[in-house]
Structures are given as C-alpha cells and as structure tokens.
C-alpha cells in the first residue's frame, strides 16, 4: 500500500492563532481516513492546504506525489472535493450543472455525456436530473455534490462535513454511498466530521483533531485499546471525550 | 475560461434585468433618434446638406438628449448591472469553492466573467447604433460617407471601452464585498459622482491648488480653469464625453464650448470652419482613449491581484 496524502509538520497561521499544529499524516491507498474533531479544530484549513487552496506558514504536504503549492492543477484533475455546504446553480438542472463541471475539467463531450449518467445513477439521482436544483432537497444536493466528483474518474475524494445538516436516513445513504465508492471502484476517501458517531462506522482509520493538534491517529480499536482498557467496546464517542476533556 | 465565459454569456442575455436595461435603452434610443432625425430633416430643408451631416443625428440633442448623452449616462448601468455581483453572487451560492477547485487556473473564472461582460457589452451596442443609423437613415434620407462610419466605428471602440471600465469597477466591487448590496451601491455611488459631482470637486480643487484671489486677473482665472479641467479628468465620464464629443462632431474645436449652439448656428457654422480631419481628431481623442483603458486595466488589475489572493471559504 502507498500513501496517496502524507504530511510533514504541515502549519498554518491566521495571525496570532494557529489553526492547524505541526500536522504529520498519513493516509493510505485505499482506505476510509475519518478526519474528526469539533468545529474549529482545523479539518478545514487542512483540506485547503491539501488542495493547494491555501498556503502552508510551515511544513509541506504531498497529494498523490504532488506538492499542492507546485502543481495544484494536477491535483484537482485526479481529487475530487466536497466543500463544506457545497453550492449549486440554482437556475440550472442537475444534468446542466454536472455538464458545466465536466466542461471545466475539459472532459470530451460524449464521454462526459455517458460520464454524467453514469455519476446520476451511481448516486441515485437518475430519475431527479432534470429537475432544477432549486428544488432539490438537502440529501439530494449532497448526493448531487458527490456525483459532480466522480464524473472525472478521481482516485481521491476528500469530502468536508458530507453528513452536515442531513437527517438520520440521509447520512446513512450517504455513508452507504461513500462506502460502496470506496469497496466496488477502489477510491480512497478523506472525510471530515465533527459528528464522529455518525461515520464511525465506515472509517477503517480515523485522525482525532483537537485545536489544530492531531491527538490520535490509528484504528478506533486500537484508540479504544489505547484509551479506554480491553473490556470497553470500541465506542469512538468515547474516546473522543476522554480526548477531549484531557487537552 | 472559455467554458466560463460560455456560461456567463448564456446568462447574461437571458438574465431579465439584463434585458429589461438594453430594452429600456433601446427604446429610448430610438425614440430620441427619431426626434433628432427628423428635427434634422425639417431644419435641413432648402438648405444644401453640410458635409457630415448625418452624425448629427447622434449628438442633436431632439426633445431632451442627444442619443450620444443618453449613452454616456446610461452603458455605465449597462457595466455594473453585469458585473456588480460576478463574484460575490458565487461566494453567497457558495458555488465559488467548488470552481476554485477544478482543474482551471483561478484567473480564467474572472477573465472569463469580463470578457464575457465585454462580448456582452460590445453585441449591445453594435446592435443598438446598427438599428439606430438604421432609423436616421430612413427618416433623413441622408447616406453617411464612408468618414462618418469610421467616425461611429470608434465612437462604438471608446464606448464598449467606457462601459467596460464600469464593468471591471464592478467586478472589482463584487471581489472586494461580500454583500450583493454593498457592491452595487458602491458602483452606483461612484458613478454617481463621476458623473454629476465632478465638475464640482474639479473645482473645489482648483480653487484649492490656484485659488483666484482677484477675479480680474486673467492669468489667476486661466489657471484655475486649467487646474478644474485636469483635475475633472480623472473621471471616466468627462474622458468619455469629450472623446466622444471630439469624435462626432469634427466641427468641435475646444473642449469647452463657450456658448451653447444650436442647431441651425450648427449648419451655417459650417460655412465659415472647415472640420477638424479623422486623423486629427484620433490624435486629439487618442490620450482620452488610452487613459480611459489605463483605468481599466488598473481597475481589473486591482481586482485580480486581491482575487488571486483571497482564501476562498464556502462557509
Ligand atoms: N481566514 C481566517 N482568518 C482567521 N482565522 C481563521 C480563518 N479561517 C479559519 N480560521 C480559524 O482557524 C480555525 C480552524 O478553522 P477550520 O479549519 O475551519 O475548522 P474546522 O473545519 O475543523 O471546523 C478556527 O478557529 C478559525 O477561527
Ligand atoms: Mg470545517
């Protein structure tokens, strides 16, 4: 197994405040990396910088091999990214609005067609693609959002908060959704959350953030190993609050 | 960018407020045309045609305005209805995350929204003075010759650039706020006083830097007035209506008429001066043109280097 994301004593500062401290991560082809901590801690700030979208004040990064502040544009054509509360053109369908994003990564027209179709089935939107994305619900957006991804073939998906705001039946499609992605097409998946009892359930690994800190990283066994004694079942929730009560 | 640019023109001319403005501009070109046109004819009646006449049309002022100060009012609403929202309105969807985020360099998302402002603007207005020489042509029965549709050829260039100059001031004001409202009303504040307040500050500031202490003194007075014309010459609108101004009516000498001719002087004017060539008047019109497309380019160039910068946030 390679790294596809390795980082190196990765910092950024906003001013006086360090939103992101010394940073050093690994995430491995393959698997399901759950990014976990409560709002603020970083997880954004992170994502940006994996993505080039933001300057590191220290350290480095590397995505697939790539350094994000070289070669941006070589990571965004092979990482598909889920922003935060992602946006949509509200006046256009979902088919037009998947059209412009395979546009803007210069798919060729009649592989994006098939391409598209493909995204909308995959995500259950099939029958919904015509519809203005005006009317289209919170779950469906997000699946929309997700289907925007794939239509260029990523081998990375780093998804922010893509469980934020759904109700229980649609976090677990959602789940199921990322899940089957990662399983059936092999696509290694970097998710952030701060709502770690609702993915715990699909991370192979998770990383626990802290107020820029990485204080955990590994299997949410051996984080309840490590935290809470043998006898305890692996309860992420809890570990997360043993954390979090010691920084 | 050209998918970008793609985009933004399809939803340009089918955005409503897009058309209702050129609608309202086009209608009351015509109208004012019409007018002017056909004031024209009667006045020009028995009389022979004066050489150029048919730019008259533009810059006879029928009813109320002339067609040429009518446009020197309203392209820059044209400019900043496109652009006011270009950026922030993708910040508010938060659909600027997501473009930032393919595999496109983040400069093609805003040259792509100005040029397509630009093709926008540029499609506007040759249709416009195509329908409108259309209507002279019919009302007056007069045929331009081939220097007065070199003349209307760059009075059309110094326009679409004028209205791009509100346009990257627009697109400038979107980058710089984040609320749809705040950028419209500054690019509206602006315009506002470029184009009714400068002659005002042009002269709070000649009185300032040389102040006339004894109003007889001719050479304290003339150097006031030079002072008040540089200085109005910061505004795009005084740039862009003496350019035009020097453009279609080659029998203007100075820029600041001392007396207000109307339209017969204007005809038998013509028999004591001799016009002002095309070469000539490109060479008195050519600095206006430059500094208008300097403001431009500073305009958009501002607004590219703080986009190029900005860290982009979908919350
Ligand atoms: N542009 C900015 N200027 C100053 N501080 C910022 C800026 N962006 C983020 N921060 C701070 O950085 C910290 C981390 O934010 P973020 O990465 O968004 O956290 P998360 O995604 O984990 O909720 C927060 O405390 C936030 O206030
Ligand atoms: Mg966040």
Known sequence: MAAIIQTEGLTRRYGAQTAVDGLTLEIQ????????????????????????????????????????THDPLLIKRQVGYLPENVGFYDDMTGRENLRFMAELNRIP??????????????????????????????????????????????????????????????????????????????????????????????????????????????????????KLGDAAGPNLQEIYMRYFKES | ??????????????????????????????????????????????????????LMIYTTPGKFISLVQFIAFFGPLLGIVMGFDAINRERQHRTLAKLVSQPIFRDAVINGKFLAGVITVSV???????????????????????????????????????????????ILFSILFRSLATSALAAVALWVFFSFFIGFASDLVANALAPVNNPRDPDELVANERVANAASLVSPAVLYSQATSTILDPYRRTHRGLI????????????????????????????????????????????????????????
């Open chain 1, 29 to 68: 082809e393959g698997e399901i990396f759950g990014f976990l901590g409560p709002n603020g801690a970083g997880k954004t700030t992170t994502i940006l910088m994996l993505l080039g979208l933001t300057e590191p004040t220290a350290g480095r990064a590397r995505v697939l091999g790539v350094d994000p």
């Open chain 2, 260 to 315: 207000v001719t109307g339209l017969m002087e204007r005809i038998s004017l013509e028999r004591f001066q001799s016009p002002l060539p095309l070469d000539q008047s490109l060479a008195v019109v050519w600095p206006y043109l430059t500094s208008l497309a300097a403001l431009t380019l500073i305009c958009f160039g501002v607004g590219y280097v703080v986009f190029m910068r900005q860290e982009i946030r979908s919350v």
């Open chain 2, 124 to 170: 506007a207005m040759v249709s416009l003075l195509l329908l409108v020489t259309g209507l002279g042509f019919l009302t007056v029965g007069v045929v331009p010759g081939p220097e007065e549709i070199a003349r209307l050829v760059i009075y059309l260039v110094i326009s679409v650039a004028y209205v791009s100059f509100w346009l990257g001031l627009a």
């Open chain 2, 1 to 54: 960018m050209w998918t970008i640019c793609r985009k933004e023109l399809a939803d340009h001319f089918s955005s409503t407020r897009f058309l209702i403005l050129f609608c309202l501009i086009l209608m009351v070109a015509l109208v004012s045309t019409y007018m002017a046109a056909s004031g024209l004819r009667e006045a020009l009646e028995g009389l022979s045609k004066p050489s150029q006449v048919f």
């Open chain 1, 109 to 226: 027209e009649d592989r994006a067609r098939a391409k598209i179709e493909e995204a909308l089935t995959i995500v259950g939107l099939n029958g919904e693609g015509d519809k203005l994305v005006g009317a289209y619900s919170r779950g469906m957006r997000q699946r929309l959002g997700i289907a925007e991804l794939l239509i260029k073939d990523p081998k990375l998906l780093i998804l922010d908060e893509p469980t934020l705001g759904l109700d229980p039946d649609g976090v677990n499609k959602m789940l199921d959704l990322i899940s089957s992605l990662n399983r059936e097409r092999g696509i290694t998946v970097m998710l952030s959350s701060h709502q770690l009892e609702q993915v715990q359930r699909i991370c192979h690994r998770v990383g626990i953030m802290i107020k820029g800190r990485l204080v955990a990283l590994g299997t949410i066994e051996e984080l309840a190993k490590r």
